[in-house]
């Protein structure tokens, strides 16, 4: 037996059918290139890590618990929440109110028991699928963590489900699946934190997220990545939004030394919409590589995806994506938007934006700009008294917000600004007040970006 089937025995017992998937998956991570589209071969980062080192460290992390840095997640009665410390469930709660709700929340292998025969649907679909690349497959074949959630028909909940991942060993592989099923009129937001501890060198992360709406569902979704600058991150998010239903997405690539990241907006229903924002913050020399599409194929739906990225020192960014407007979308008004700063003369970034339209009667455009870090702008703020790099500091910050202020969750927004403010080092809150909105109770102190060059 290769090292691949061994591996793949340490998943043992589980389902017959999921073993097989496990093995179809490995292989169309070995077979497939890291990436596939023709527009983009000449534009993209690989994670850099060979497959035994991979196989070599992915483990059980069984008996681990919250670090105390977390402590107060421990102590949250309010927020639905599931936290896990490397591949260990450390701390699952779902508070009385929402459970009545019929909302539900579990670990990945408990839903597989519960709802085999869906997620088993779920995931032979994608061995299919066309949204699938060379890292989804790695992290579905070696998928050893992950949260299922369940929002039952017309249940509004009115405080976000939280999802944690805390890194805090050095050398370990964890690669996690969270599907999300909005059934119909329900309204729920989640927020996913990706944490990486200052001991925890050398770990490989893959990211799988699947949204499924409902009719007339609304969601909100979040993934702020705030991994070590050593880490390897490796993100796909999968939305598949039903009739007249509503996604916002929100996601930052804040940490990680090399981050891929692809993210797959499907207007499936007649009168559907999806927003999804990027934000990403390079410097040092991470490597960041971020794929957001948007495909149309309802009729009358909207699509909108505005991604802004800033690099310094020798940092580099990729930001690319696809508006697709099917035959049976008609009516379609998409936008699709990259912006980038350069901060430094040795990073770099490069925007990528296309259409394809195959039909008539739609509305679709697209942007994209890169450009230095304006001269004139940080001399006048100079003359104001305002010292050089906080001048710099405050432009960098200025060009995120008018994305961050889209974001209609104050949990995310403020978290959004804490991160981004905290990895330049220091804060200038008082740029963004919103007296009225506290977010402590939420996020603690944790709230930070760790790692500097």
Partial sequence: MNS?????????????????????????????????????????????FEESQVLSIIGDAEGREVPEEFRHVREDEEHATIVYVGNNLAHIQLPEEQARTGLEIMEFKQALKKHESFIRDKLENLTNSPYVDKYTSLTHALLNAGVFIRVPKSVRLAKPVRIIYILDKASEAVFTKTLIVCEHESNVSVVEELHGLPDSDGCVVGHHVELVLGDSGILRHAVLQNMAHNHQYMGNRLIEAGRHSSALTVGSLIGGGVSKVRVDSLMVGDGSSVNDLELVFGDGDQRMDLTANLHHIGFGTQGREVAKGVVKDKSRLIFKGMITVEKTAKNTNAYLAKHAMIMS??????????????????????????????????????????????????????????????????????????????????????????PEVTVTSLFGTHYKYRYGR
Wanted: charged fraction near 30%.
């Fill in 4 to 48: 691949a089937g061994l591996i793949l025995e340490r998943f043992k017992p589980e389902p017959e059918w999921l073993t097989r998937l496990r093995q179809k998956f490995f292989e169309f991570f070995r077979f497939m290139p890291p990436e596939t589209s023709e527009l983009y071969v000449h534009h993209h980062e690989a994670p850099a």
């Fill in 345 to 434: 003369p040795e990073a770099r970034a490069y925007a990528i934006p296309s259409l394809e339209i195959k039909t008539d009667e739609v509305k679709a455009t697209h942007s994209a700009s890169v450009s230095q870090i304006d001269p004139e702008q940080i001399y006048y703020l100079m003359t104001r008294g305002i010292p050089y790099e906080e001048a710099r500091k405050m432009l960098a910050l200025g060009f995120f917000e008018p994305v961050v202020s889209m974001v209609d969750l104050d949990e995310v927004r403020w978290g959004l600004r804490s991160l981004l403010e905290s990895k330049w080092g220091g804060a200038v809150t008082e740029l963004f007040e919103e």
